[in-house]
T-cell receptor
Framework: GEDVEQSLFLSVREGDSSVINCTYT??????LYWYKQEPGAGLQLLTY?????DMKQDQRLTVLLNKKDKHLSLRIADTQTGDSAIYFC???????????FGAGTILRVKS | DVKVTQSSRYLVKRTGEKVFLECVQD?????MFWYRQDPGLGLRLIYF???????EKGDIPEGYSVSREKKERFSLILESASTNQTSMYLC?????????????FGPGTRLTVT
């Protein structure tokens, strides 16, 4: 079946690195995504990685993909208070032509 | 700047009422989606549409219907609202051509059914 799992909560100090982890089940996923949701807002696409890549870096964001273990992570370097939000991992499902989202990880950044 | 708008931020309805949630996108996107978001459950897909007048059921379509008469507009209809439909409803759109996952979201409608 299709399932995406994430830890529910992460707390870090300002300036530290944050690592948010995600596991997925569908091996046919072509793309995997990270979305951010700030309070009172909809989701915003942060970054995505194609399934034949191991790593993608975009400024303070690094995405690591371990396809063998079906494990995806998002590292935020030099975490700022403005990074406090809910982060959603999502996988694209070819069958059904849709995204499956995890439950979201609440990131709290302490100053 | 890309924009997805939803007709209401907050809505309170009574059990049994018919409820319309409207979503409009200005990006000429082929795909449009309706999700509901509940704490601890993440986003669950209700319906999506990949073209005008086309619709596909998502994971939880029961109790909902949709309409897409124009490319920019996707409506979610609760035929007879029930208390278990109290939730945050999010609309999204994305381009076609294999870019389904690049979704742009509206701000959400928080619906309370009493």
């Amino acid at each position: 079946g299709e399932d995406v799992e994430q830890s529910l909560f992460l707390s870090v100090r300002e300036g530290d690195s944050s690592v948010i982890n995600c596991t997925y089940t569908d091996s046919s996923s072509t793309y995997l995504y990270w979305y951010k949701q700030e309070p009172g807002a909809g989701l915003q696409l942060l970054t995505y990685i194609f399934s034949n890549m191991d790593m993608k870096q975009d400024q303070r964001l690094t995405v690591l993909l371990n396809k063998k273990d079906k494990h995806l992570s998002l590292r935020i370097a030099d975490t700022q208070t403005g990074d406090s939000a809910i982060y959603f991992c999502a996988e694209s499902i070819l069958r059904g032509n849709k995204l499956v989202f995890g439950a979201g990880t609440i990131l709290r950044v302490k100053s | 700047d890309v924009k997805v708008t939803q007709s209401s931020r907050y809505l309170v309805k009574r059990t049994g009422e018919k409820v319309f949630l409207e979503c409009v996108q200005d990006m000429d996107h082929e795909n449009m989606f309706w999700y509901r978001q509940d704490p601890g459950l993440g986003l669950r897909l209700i319906y999506f549409s990949y073209d005008v007048k086309m619709k596909e059921k998502g994971d939880i379509p029961e109790g909902y219907s949709v309409s897409r008469e124009k490319k920019e507009r996707f409506s979610l209809i609760l035929e007879s609202a029930s208390t278990n439909q109290t939730s945050m409803y999010l609309c999204a759109s994305s381009p076609g051509g294999g870019r389904l996952g690049e979704q742009y979201f509206g701000p959400g409608t928080r619906l309370t059914v009493t």
